[in-house]
Every structure is written in C-alpha cells, then in structure tokens.
C-alpha cells in the first residue's frame, strides 16, 4: 500500500550542519521511485527548504503549519493579523524578549534577539559558529526602529526566565498556537514558537491528507521536537528519531537510529517504504 510521509526538516532530515545526510537523501528518492509520496513537514520558512525539493517532495508543510505548498502551488496561508502581531510583539519589547517574526521573505529579528546571541556566544565560546550559521542560513535581519514588520506567518522568541513559556501561553493561548521551540540551544528552555489559533503542524497534515484523498492511515510521521507531537498524532504511524528526547519518544510506535546513523533511512526501510 502507497504511503504519504510527513518529515520534519531540522533535527530528523538536516543535521546540525544544515545538510541532509547522504543516506536520508537516497532514501527519499527510493521511496519517491517506489510510488509514495514525501512531504516535507516544518517550522521554516517555505524558502528554506527549496534546496531539499530535488529530493523528491510534492508537498511542503512550512512556519508549522501557516502555509500549504502542493506541487508548487500554495493551497493554504494563514498569516498573522496586523493588530495580534503588534499586540505580541509589543509584550515582548517590554520585557526586553528576543524574537523573530518569521516571514516569507525572510526573518525579522527584535534588537534583543542580537544581544542575546552575543550573550550565548559569550557563554558558550564553541557554538558561536553555529549561531553565526544560523542568522546567516536563515536570513535573519535586524529589525528597525520604528518600523512596522507584517505578514509573519510564525512568531519565535527565546528565555530561560523560569516559568516564561507559561506566561506567553496564560497571555495569547487564546488566540495563538503555542508550542515550546524545538531549537531550545538557541533560544532557551522557557521559548517557543508561535501561530495562529489552530494552526500547527497536525491540523496542516489532515488538509494535505484531505487534499489527496488520503486518511490517517495512509500516513506516516517522523520527527523529533515537541512541535512535531500534533504531526504524529495526525498520523496512523508516529516515528521519533533517536536524537529526540526522551518524552518524545514515548508517544512514538516505532524509535528509529539518531539522524547520522541513518535513521531516516532505518525508518523507511521499517514500514516497508524501500
């Protein structure tokens, strides 16, 4: 039976050198070859992932769930009113909060996001070149003074403050998807990452299964964050990758191999997709 399988990017298909391992990438073509079909699953911007398309996806699932892209065309977008972003963004700017409006042209980030950089530089000398990757990779610009930056279709911001996260969620639970950021090195225990109200990447996983015809059982998930829980749930098959969390992986039905040890490649070849 033909599958559909839905891969988050960071941390399941790309590594921590922004690539996708050889064996994962001959995976995807080989499954592609055999008549499923890939759908890329993630909390990027839709411009991030073009250099992974070759791989063989029909669909793109981007900023976790704001936007729907199949075979090349934008099925869905929903993006933040003007009046919410302004609302979050000014609870954040006075508590001096690093964050980053996540457009499609690319990542606005709030002056506290480059001190907070520097400070985790400072802190941690050896993953400065990380850092410097990731506002390079991500196109992450510095926002202006003044200057109101619209159309985001996912909003992150980062703490370690204690009880944060908690806060944001008791501030805009009601009118925003929240879920803890799955890149925490960067942006601390107590970020997270956020959407409009019923937005996320499970609901973004039943309208690309509606689009096709396809049912919950026709599905398959791979991640390795907690913002991949609502993909998993979305799916009949669930799969965490051995780098995830321990947590994680409880909800999963099957644990494949960290991602540099094939685990992708370990996960299609468990369900009988090469």
Same mark, same amino acid.
């Given at each position: 039976?033909?599958?559909?399988?839905?891969?988050?990017?960071?941390?399941?298909?790309?590594?921590?050198?922004?690539?996708?391992?050889?064996?994962?990438?001959?995976?995807?073509?080989?499954?592609?070859?055999?008549?499923?079909?890939?759908?890329?699953?993630?909390?990027?911007?839709?411009?991030?992932?073009?250099?992974?398309? /070759?791989?063989?996806?029909?669909?793109?699932?981007? %900023?976790?769930? $704001? &936007?729907?892209?199949? =075979?090349? *065309?934008?099925?869905?977008?929903?993006?933040?009113?003007?009046?919410?972003?302004?609302?979050?963004?000014?609870?954040?700017?006075?508590?001096?909060?690093?964050?980053?409006?996540?457009?499609?042209?690319?990542?606005?980030?709030?002056?506290?996001?480059?001190?907070?950089?520097?400070?985790?530089?400072?802190?941690?000398?050896?993953?400065?070149?990380?850092?410097?990757?990731?506002?390079?990779?991500?196109?992450?610009?510095?926002?202006?003074?003044?200057?109101?930056?619209?159309?985001?279709?996912?909003?992150?911001? /980062?703490?370690?403050?204690?009880?944060?996260?908690? %806060?944001?969620? $008791? &501030?805009?639970?009601? =009118?925003? *998807?929240?879920?803890?950021?799955?890149?925490?090195?960067?942006?601390?225990?107590?970020?997270?990452?956020?959407?409009?109200?019923?937005?996320?990447?499970?609901?973004?996983?039943?309208?690309?299964?509606?689009?096709?015809?396809?049912?919950?059982?026709?599905?398959?998930?791979?991640?390795?964050?907690?913002?991949?829980?609502?993909?998993?749930?979305?799916?009949?098959?669930?799969?965490?990758?051995?780098?995830?969390?321990?947590?994680?992986?409880?909800?999963?039905?099957?644990?494949?191999?960290?991602?540099?040890?094939?685990?992708?490649?370990?996960?299609?070849?468990?369900?009988?997709?090469?």
């Amino acid at each position: 039976m033909k599958k559909i399988v839905f891969i988050d990017v960071d941390g399941t298909l790309v590594n921590e050198k922004m690539a996708a391992p050889e064996s994962a990438q001959a995976a995807c073509r080989t499954a592609v070859k055999n008549g499923h079909t890939l759908c890329l699953c993630s909390g990027r911007q839709r411009f991030l992932m073009e250099d992974l398309m /070759g791989l063989g996806f029909q669909a793109v699932i981007s %900023a976790g769930g $704001a &936007e729907i892209e199949i =075979e090349r *065309d934008v099925v869905f977008q929903r993006l933040f009113d003007d009046s919410l972003t302004r609302k979050i963004t000014g609870f954040f700017m006075e508590r001096e909060t690093p964050f980053t409006l996540e457009r499609s042209t690319g990542l606005v980030g709030s002056p506290f996001l480059f001190s907070w950089f520097d400070w985790l530089k400072a802190k941690e000398p050896h993953f400065a070149q990380y850092i410097d990757m990731y506002v390079k990779y991500e196109h992450v610009i510095r926002a202006e003074e003044g200057v109101f930056y619209g159309n985001a279709g996912k909003i992150v911001f /980062g703490s370690i403050q204690p009880g944060f996260f908690d %806060a944001v969620v $008791a &501030e805009f639970g009601g =009118e925003c *998807d929240i879920t803890r950021t799955s890149m925490a090195a960067l942006y601390g225990n107590e970020g997270g990452e956020m959407t409009m109200k019923g937005l996320n990447k499970g609901s973004a996983v039943a309208r690309v299964l509606e689009h096709y015809g396809l049912s919950k059982t026709d599905a398959i998930g791979i991640g390795d964050s907690d913002n991949d829980r609502a993909m998993l749930d979305a799916c009949g098959i669930g799969v965490a990758m051995g780098n995830s969390k321990d947590d994680f992986k409880k909800i999963a039905d099957f644990v494949t191999s960290d991602i540099n040890d094939d685990g992708i490649e370990k996960a299609f070849k468990q369900y009988g997709l090469i």
